[in-house]
């Protein structure tokens, strides 16, 4: 992205500093409504639906959704974008109907609670590992992608100089406001970037002559069919190169990435956490994935169009700022590029606060640290900071956004997901079964990511497809190790995810009288309904609607 010679730049960097301002003046503001734990890491538990949605919208509408899923359609069409923006809805509806009632009727304050109190010690241990190099890596996306704009707005600021300056205003207001400034600072960041990407969206079907003009496109960068989502086996595109039982690995992968691997994260429910009732909770979480599909599928759409419009385009990663800038007028295009930044500072600050919470909630106790209010903000806080520094030396040593995204969810998809829906549906998982499942998951995947890059799984290894090897399609793809080994790490998450179910299954059936199977309780310590049926998100929406008497919001 280089914004050398755009006459308004100036434009740009005004419109970025009023939203750093506000964003600011609401963690000050917000820091005033902070009296507990409960009011810093889930708002007092009294969100509405319209702030759930919207909070989880904005959130997840991130630098890979964005800038990263418009370079990947300029180069893959759908094919390259199922891991976000498909996956990523399907993880919301998912989440939404099987898992999210329950977890707000525990009133947890963190993902890991769930893990602790079903499983115990070790896999407290465990899940907060995984989810602190969860966020640890996606705060890093976040942050390459803001220093990427500050660098294109001011070339002689190097991009690590732009990651530290954002990081640094991240987690100050997020240190000042916790999810209360978080939540209503994504409720007014939803507006601007989901209107600044339809505007973006509706000049450039525009140029390519409206939705025939569109529709009529038959190639990308690397792929002949840029709508469709399933593998062409059968021609010369495979799925993003790779043909037999490697492509469609990686297909399914693609989706289980973010459609299974972001459910048991803290930043989603977070937010569920923080709604009113039950059916606020499951309501914004199905009002979030609508939202997500319906803004999120236009990004990729661009860089389809970008393509028949700029098929030499200099830097596919550009594609999306390209478009502003050649086909939006001046004022909405550095009102989009202030949003841009300021959807990155969304997503990053709900990062940071979700791994301090798991540290000062989970990890702490632990180790004998027991936090009692004014000094569980505190360390929280202390915490968020933290967070950010680690979050800058991971961006500064691996300068790449989309692929930053995928290992993000990938490390829980292997880890965390079997134990997390295994816990809450099937009554004989415990706790040896869970560290195992995560163990087994976490090795193999290490182990099937050489295979797949040295030998490949039932196909061409991934070093060879990535340096041309004989296939047509991908004589001009760039001859990129980097290219292989996020290649491997992806497909190789499939059999590692199958690997973990079979461990807990097998594990947890030989362990149940060594270790007998944990209750599921809530944050009381009582048991909760165990039957699945009340578990699932079928829920009035009158009830997520309707205005609640204080004594009823967190019940």
Known sequence: ??????????????????????????????????????????????????????????????????????????????QGVIFDPFGAAACLFITGFFFTRLMRRARYLTIVDFFVRRYGKWMTVLASIAQLMTYFVWTGAQMVAAGTIVNALFPSVPIEVGMILIAVWVSGYTMLGGMLADTLLD???MFFTAGGMALIFGYVIYQVGGWDGMVSITETLYNPKPFTLLPDMAG????????????????????????????????????????????????????????????GIMSPLIGIMMFKLNPAFPNPDGVLVGAALLYVPPVLTAIFMAALASALMSTADSSLLAGASVVTQNLFPLFGKKLEGKE?????????????????????????????????????????????????????????????????????????????????????????????????????????????????????????????????????????KQNPPLPITDVNGDPLDTNPLHFYGIMPIKDALRKLRPEEYDQ
């Open 1 to 78: 992205m280089d914004l050398t010679g755009y006459p308004y730049v100036w434009l740009i960097v005004t419109f970025i500093v009023g939203f750093f301002a506000v964003r600011m003046g609401v963690g000050i503001w917000a820091s005033r409504k902070v009296a507990n734990a409960a009011d810093y890491i889930v708002a007092g538990r009294s969100l509405p639906i319209y702030m759930i949605g919207a909070s989880v919208m904005a959130t997840w509408f991130a630098a890979e959704t964005l800038m990263g899923a418009s370079s990947t359609g300029y180069q893959y069409g759908f």
């Open 187 to 189: 409720f007014i960041q």
């Open 236 to 295: 010369e595109a495979g799925y993003l190169g790779y043909f037999g039982s490697m492509g469609w690995m990686y297909w399914i992968a693609a989706w289980l990435s973010v459609g299974l691997g972001s459910i048991p994260t803290q930043d989603l429910f977070q937010r569920s956490m923080s709604a009113r009732n039950e059916s606020t909770a499951v309501w914004g979480t199905y009002m979030a994935g609508a939202l997500y599909l319906f803004f």
């Open 376 to 512: 569980e903000v505190k360390w929280t806080r202390i915490m968020v900071g933290i967070n950010g520094a680690i979050g800058i030396v991971i961006a500064v040593s691996a300068s790449i956004i989309y692929e930053l995204g995928v290992v993000a969810w990938t490390l829980l998809l292997v880890g965390l997901v079997t134990p997390f829906i295994f816990g809450m549906y099937w009554k004989k998982t415990n706790g040896y079964g869970a560290v195992a499942s995560v163990l087994g998951g976490w090795g193999s995947w290490v182990i099937l990511t050489w295979v797949a890059y040295q030998f490949g799984l039932g196909g061409d290894s991934t070093a060879i497809v990535c340096s041309g090897g004989d296939l047509s399609l991908l004589a001009d793809r760039a001859v990129s190790m980097d290219c292989a080994f996020w290649d491997a790490v992806s497909i190789a998450s499939l059999p590692a995810f199958l690997i973990s179910i079979a461990t807990i299954i097998i594990v947890s059936l030989a362990t149940q």
